[in-house]
C-alpha cells in the first residue's frame, strides 16, 4: 500500500519551536509556506492576530492546530469553514495531578505547616472517603476521577451534557450546580471558558459551600468572582481556595489574595514546559499522521460551542 502524502503543515509564529518541527516531520508532514499549506500548527495564545494573518495568506488550509485546551483567545478567528483541533486532553494528566494536590494540602493544612515557625495546634479534614464535585466533565475530569478512586470519593460531576461516567456516583447537568455544592468537602473547577462559564462562582455559590469545604480552580482564573472570593475567604464562608489560576493573571504583587492563609497560589504551572512540550509533540506528531491518512483528529474544537 502507498504511503500517503505528506500533509503540507505552515507554522508560526517564528521562532517556532523546534521540537514541533520534528514532530510535524516525524509525523510524516513537510514544512511549506503559507500559500502552499493545507493545514497550520500555530504556538501563540497571545496573538490571535498573527494567527488570523497566517490564514489569510493560506487560501488552501483546511485545519488548524492549537496548542492548548483552552481556546477561548482565538473566538474572532474560529471559522467553522475550517477543521480545529487543540490541546484538549494533552495536559490532563499532570494538571489532575496538581488539582488533587491543591486539594490535599488545603484539607490536611499542609500550607500552614509548611510556613510554621513553630509546633502549633493539629488540624485538618479528610479526603477520604468525602464528597467531592468536580465542575466539568472533560479530560482533566477523568484523569482526576482515576487519581480519586483510592480514597474512595463519592464523586459528583456538574456538566453540560449529562452521561455515564466511570468511577463517578453522580453526573448532573450545568443547571443543577447549586445542588451539587452543599455536602462537598472539595469543589474542583476544570471546565472551558464560554461565556455562560465566566463568573460562575460568585457570592451565591460561595454561600451554598460547607465552611469547612476547599474550592481549586484549574481552569481559568475568571470562573470566579475575584472579589466574591476575597470577601468569602476573609469571612470562613468557605474553608480555602487552592487557585493554578487567576483573574487577573498574572496576579499583581499586594493583591489581597496573597496575604490570606487560607489561599494557595501556584503560578499556572499545571504543565511547565518541561512537561508540556512531548506532550503537545506527541499530539501535533499523531495528528499531522492521522490528516494525511484522513483519519478522525483528535482534540477537535465544537466551533459554534466555543470548546
Known amino acids: 500500500m502507498a504511503s500517503p502524502d505528506p500533509t503540507r503543515v505552515a507554522t508560526g509564529p517564528d521562532p517556532f519551536p523546534d521540537f514541533l518541527t520534528e514532530a510535524i516531520v516525524d509525523g510524516g508532514g ?21 494567527l488570523g494573518e497566517l490564514i489569510a495568506a493560506a487560501p488552501e488550509c483546511r485545519w488548524i492546530q492549537l496548542p492548548w485546551a483552552g481556546i477561548e483567545t482565538f473566538t474572532e478567528v474560529l471559522d467553522d469553514r475550517l477543521v480545529w483541533t487543540c490541546g ?19 484539607l490536611r493544612s499542609v500550607h500552614t505547616y509548611a510556613s510554621a ?8 479534614r479528610n479526603l477520604l472517603g468525602a464528597r467531592v464535585t468536580i465542575v466539568g466533565g472533560g479530560g482533566i475530569a477523568e484523569a482526576l476521577i482515576r487519581l480519586l478512586q483510592p480514597f ?10 449529562v452521561h455515564h461516567m466511570e468511577g463517578v456516583d453522580a453526573v448532573v447537568e450545568s443547571t443543577r450546580l447549586a445542588d451539587a455544592l452543599p455536602g462537598a468537602v472539595l469543589v474542583v473547577l ?21 465552611p469547612h469545604a476547599w474550592l ?26 487552592g487557585l493554578e489560576v487567576t483573574e487577573p493573571e498574572p496576579l499583581p504583587d499586594g493583591h489581597p489574595l496573597w496575604t490570606l492563609d487560607n489561599c494557595i497560589i501556584t503560578p499556572h504551572t499545571g504543565t511547565p514546559p518541561s512537561m508540556a512540550a512531548p506532550l503537545l509533540a506527541e499530539r501535533v506528531r499523531e495528528n499531522v499522521r492521522r490528516f494525511a491518512a484522513g483519519q478522525e483528529l483528535l482534540g477537535l474544537v465544537d466551533v459554534r460551542s466555543g470548546y
Open 152 to 161: 474512595r470519593c463519592h464523586i459528583t460531576v456538574v456538566r453540560s451534557t
Open 190 to 210: 476544570a471546565l472551558a471558558l464560554t461565556p455562560e462559564t465566566d463568573g460562575l462562582i460568585g457570592v451565591g455559590e460561595l454561600a451554598l459551600m460547607e
Open 88 to 106: 484538549k486532553g494533552v495536559y490532563a494528566e499532570p494538571v489532575a495531578e496538581l488539582a488533587l494536590a491543591l486539594g490535599l494540602a488545603g
Open 117 to 124: 515557625t513553630s509546633w502549633g495546634e493539629k488540624r485538618g
Open 30 to 50: 513537510q514544512i511549506v509556506p503559507p500559500a502552499d499549506c493545507e493545514a497550520i500548527v500555530w504556538t501563540d495564545v497571545e496573538d490571535p492576530n498573527g
Open 216 to 241: 481549586v480552580n484549574v481552569a481559568r482564573g475568571r470562573h470566579i468572582v475575584t472579589d466574591h472570593l476575597v470577601a468569602a475567604l476573609e469571612g470562613g464562608v468557605i474553608g480555602g481556595a
